[in-house]
């Protein structure tokens, strides 16, 4: 398995994920192009404790792109609770099903809003379980699993660039 050290370093400030825990491994990078855009497919490891970690995704890059930082997931009962002792949760009046569905935080709420724009919640409400996270020109679709095995890895890459194509339509 391939195992390179601090690969992740310079997305560290997109993607929480990249600052936890101890024994990180940055792993499996593949990059190409898909549909017209460059991506860097990825497996990151680390481990808290006895508790070993997985997250695998893909990131885009653009330099005329300035995303805000923030991060959303599915909303589980474990955020829900959490929000009942302050954390974050930017959910939308007019958009309750999407708000029911996701936690999104961020520091820059108003940025945040105006990027996701109906269309993007729309696209996220019908295809749940979706996890992104943003900031500056970076753009990171992930999983907390290992990346998928060749045969489906295809289908996985298409999947993300659904999603990506939402937040860089060209």
Do not use: C
């Not at 974050?88 to 099903?97: G, H, K, L, N, Y």
């Not at 108003?110 to 724009?117: D, E, G, N, S, V």
Request: proline share 8%; charged share 30%; net charge negative.
């Amino acid at each position: 398995v391939p195992h390179h050290p601090e690969g992740e370093r310079r997305f560290r400030d997109a993607f929480e994920d990249f600052k936890k825990g101890d024994e990180e491994s940055w792993q499996n990078t593949i990059t190409g192009i898909k549909n017209g855009t460059p991506f860097t497919a990825f497996e990151y490891m680390w481990q808290e404790g006895r508790t070993s970690h997985v997250r695998s995704g893909i990131i885009w890059e653009r330099d005329d792109a300035s995303f805000p930082k923030f991060e959303l997931w599915p909303e589980g009962w474990v955020s829900k609770t959490a929000q009942l002792f302050g954390m974050q949760d930017i959910d939308f009046s007019d958009a309750p099903e999407f708000s029911n569905t996701y936690q999104l935080k961020g520091p820059n709420e108003p940025l945040i809003r105006a990027l996701f724009t109906p269309k993007v919640r729309e696209f996220l409400t019908l295809t749940p379980r979706q996890r992104v996270s943003g900031g500056g020109r970076f753009l990171i679709w992930w999983s907390p699993q290992p990346l998928p095995a060749a045969e489906s890895l295809d289908e996985w890459l298409e999947q993300g660039d659904h999603l990506r194509h939402r937040f860089f339509p060209k």
